[in-house]
């Protein structure tokens, strides 16, 4: 990669308005930057993202992409089709925040 990226993580409330974003640089940032990324790269890197307690009760939406620093532009993602994906975001899947 020509250009220093960081990865986000948002987590959006379907039929509501909780949503939390988490940002970091790829793999913590410290020990493989994305500068130094070879082509056709296939890494797998593994998050631990703490909820706060405020977050309403509901069904989240989990998304991820890249963006650049610093001006924030997100990185191009395409479907299997070779088609490109509305705002560079990648559904990762739901999680459910339940309510005590």
């Known amino acids: ?3 220093e990226l960081n990865q986000f ?4 409330q379907q039929g509501g308005e909780g949503i939390f974003t988490y940002d970091q640089a790829p793999f913590g940032g410290e020990n493989f930057p994305t500068v130094y ?4 790269i296939h890494e797998m890197a593994r998050w631990r ?8 009760p509901g ?4 998304y991820t992409g890249l ?4 001006d ?11 088609e490109p994906v509305l705002d560079g975001t990648i559904l990762m ?3 459910v925040i339940e309510g005590e």
């Open 59 to 62: 069904v989240y939406d989990v």
């Open 9 to 12: 993580v948002h987590f959006l």
């Open 93 to 95: 899947g739901q999680i």
């Open 37 to 40: 990324w070879p082509a056709g």
């Open 67 to 70: 963006y650049t620093l610093p």
């Open 49 to 56: 993202v703490d909820l706060p307690p405020t977050l309403p």
């Open 1 to 3: 990669m020509p250009v």
């Open 72 to 82: 924030v532009q997100r990185q191009p993602v395409f479907d299997e089709r070779g």
